[in-house]
């Protein structure tokens, strides 16, 4: 299992808009690199990326919560 964690802290989100789909959902396969949310601080948004492939397991966060850096965001099934 690995763990995808928050860069910096911030308010997390699953989506790029409200509008849009979310980037990932559990059970969704992740490659190396692939944005799986973002985080917002002053209305500057950093891409959060999967370190590691595998399938999103769960997510450890809520859409919209806070977040500290080097929480755990969500995990991966290898």
């Given at each position: 299992?690995?763990?995808?964690?928050?860069?910096?802290?911030?308010?997390?989100?699953?989506?790029?808009?409200?509008?849009?789909?979310?980037?990932?959902?559990?059970?969704?396969?992740?490659?190396?690199?692939?944005?799986?949310?973002?985080?917002?601080i002053m209305k500057q948004f950093t891409e959060v990326q999967a370190d590691a492939a595998g399938t999103v397991e769960s997510f450890q966060v809520e859409d919209g919560d806070m977040v500290q850096p080097g929480q755990t965001i969500l995990t991966l099934a290898e």
């Open positions: 299992m690995a763990e995808i964690q928050s860069p910096l802290p911030g308010v997390f989100y699953r989506r790029p808009a409200p509008d849009k789909d979310p980037f990932v959902s559990e059970g969704d396969s992740v490659e190396k690199g692939q944005t799986v949310g973002i985080v917002e």
